[in-house]
């Protein structure tokens, strides 16, 4: 599903890359962690699977598209593949959950009758299906954690990728977000979460890659969270 | 498809009422713009109308020596016809002048006269030209003519009026072509900050799989209403102007009525109209196209 062949990525002509010589693959229904320090690249390897960024060498491929031969035009159509979510949600302020999800169909040209099917489907799945009148600056962090859940995941993409998604939640509701990532995966999405959250890695036994200033250290299925 | 569209038209027009301030400071330097062009459009069309008219009324008048006869004046008009600024050429015997004369100037008390002509001696080619400007031109050669006595001409008026309208044309041209620039500069600034403001937004879509079109187009739809608004507000102003200045010159200026023609404001709106809204639509698009260029890449 998604394969690195040895990425790198600098930022600037000089000093250390951000990512270095990192080969990784991970199959279709996988579910994963990614630990690191601050900084060491996590973030930066979330954002060259979005084709946000391009590699300074070495190849990607995801969902059987080279990264390196997509052409401009074509990178809004590959990002459909892939639902992601964030530290800091990116929801719209301004408007309220029903729109904020119907908003991710509504720019890829879903017709209006399966929006309206679409949405209320994908509040009951991350457990809101009452709220979809509410202003998203109403609802507590957990909820709208959920939201931009339910938005990534409202187009159906085959891969999921969490960037840190509880780092602004408190223990009860990264619990909650992260059975939910679970429960998606189990119905048949790839789901790769970055995250700082020792006790959870350490109690969902999945496998757990470790990234140490740009560099894979370690990579087990059933892993722990390993610390320096 | 539809509902990306109804998306797309929603936020273009939301984005409006986004930035109150610089949309309407964009509006009325358009409308300024497009207020000034309108005028400046009818006065030039109306005053080169009435040279047009003018022109069909002016002519230069030859008069011969003693002696030169009527097959030779007749030779001279053939030459004269056979020039490119020359519309006409008419032949005036000595006793047609004196018939027009007698109509333009004695009316009733032509009778007197009965008999003879005191006109004798002034048969004439009135020379009608297809373009006033070129009148001295015509002037210079025909007093190279032999057995010319006199030409009479009134350049006056029809120089002066042409230079003036050519003058109006290049003073209005300038100031429209500033106000045009100064138009494309507020769009494009205004659709800059939208796109500040919608900054999130568009990094949201971008990842959810937008396309260029779908995140450009509500920008370029603002730009494009910002210069249709600007251009319709004026319109209706220079219509009601326009209607009232005519009016108004019928009933104060009578004595006016044959140096300046009005053309009608059919005449001058159907082109009017047209041109004003494809100038706001295109300053819109260029204005919100400049910007969108630079700062919406994906
Ligand atoms: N846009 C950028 N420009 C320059 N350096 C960057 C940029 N983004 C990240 N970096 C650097 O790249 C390294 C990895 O960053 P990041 O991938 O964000 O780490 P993580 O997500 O693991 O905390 C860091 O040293 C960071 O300072
Ligand atoms: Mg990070």
């Known amino acids: 599903m998604i394969t690195l062949e040895n990425v790198s990525k600098s930022y600037t002509n000089d000093g250390t890359p951000a990512l270095n010589n990192v080969s990784l693959h991970i199959n279709k229904g996988e579910f994963v962690f990614i630990v690191g320090d601050s900084g060491s690249g996590k973030s930066t390897m979330i954002k060259l699977l979005l084709r946000e960024l391009v590699p300074s060498s070495g190849r990607i491929i995801v969902n059987g598209v080279d990264l390196s031969k997509l052409r401009r035009g074509k990178i809004p159509k590959y990002r459909r593949n892939i639902g992601c979510v964030f530290q800091d949600f990116r929801l719209l302020k301004d408007r309220n959950v029903y729109e904020n999800v119907a908003f991710a169909q509504r720019v890829i040209q879903t017709p209006t009758k399966k929006i309206k099917k679409n949405v209320p489907q994908m509040l009951s799945l991350v457990g809101l299906p009452e709220k979809y009148k509410s202003k998203t600056k109403e609802l507590s962090g957990g909820e709208q954690q959920r939201v931009a859940l339910a938005r990534a995941l409202v187009n159906n993409p085959p891969i999921l990728l969490a960037d840190e998604p509880t780092g602004n939640l408190d223990p009860r509701n990264s619990w909650e977000i992260m059975k939910l990532l679970e429960e998606i995966n189990r119905r048949g999405t790839t789901v790769l979460v970055v995250t700082h959250n020792r006790e959870i890695v350490n109690a969902m036994r999945k496998r757990v890659i470790t990234v140490k200033k740009g560099v894979i250290v370690s990579d087990e299925e059933k892993g722990e969270y390993i610390d320096d | ?298």
């Open chain 2, 1 to 298: 498809m539809i509902s990306t569209l109804g998306y797309v038209f929603k936020q273009g027009f939301k984005n409006i009422f986004r930035n109150k301030i610089f949309s309407l400071a964009t509006v009325a330097t358009i409308s300024a713009c497009i207020f000034l062009f309108g005028l400046f459009y009818s006065m030039v069309e109306n005053v080169r109308y009435s040279i047009q008219k003018a022109e069909t009324n002016v002519a230069v008048t030859v008069f011969f020596n003693e002696g030169v006869t009527e097959a030779q004046i007749m030779q001279i008009g053939d030459a004269i016809r056979a020039r490119s600024e020359v519309s006409s050429v008419e032949f005036v015997s000595a006793s047609d002048a004196w018939e027009s004369f007698k109509v333009d100037y004695l009316g009733e008390y032509a009778d007197g006269y009965e008999g003879d002509n005191p006109l004798e001696g002034s048969e004439n080619l009135e020379i009608y030209l297809k373009d006033v400007s070129k009148q001295s031109e015509l002037v210079t050669y025909l007093e190279s003519v032999e057995g010319v006595r006199e030409i009479n001409h009134s350049d006056v008026t029809a120089n002066i009026l042409t230079q003036f309208n050519r003058l109006l044309s290049y003073v209005s041209l300038g100031i429209v072509g500033i106000l045009l620039a100064v138009s494309v500069f507020l769009i494009s600034n205004t659709v800059a900050m939208g796109i500040a403001v919608r900054h999130e937004e568009i990094g949201i879509m971008k990842l959810i799989g937008a396309t260029d079109f779908v995140v450009r187009s509500p920008f370029l739809i603002e730009g494009i209403l910002l210069g249709l608004i600007g251009a319709a507000i004026p319109l209706v102003a220079v219509y009601y102007i326009y209607i009232n200045i005519i009016e108004y010159a019928a009933q104060h200026f009578v004595i006016l009525n044959d140096l300046l023609q009005f053309k009608s404001t059919r005449e001058i709106f159907s082109v009017l109209i047209p041109v004003a809204l494809i100038l706001g639509v295109g300053l819109g698009f260029v204005g919100s196209f400049i910007t969108i260029r630079k700062r919406l890449r994906v």
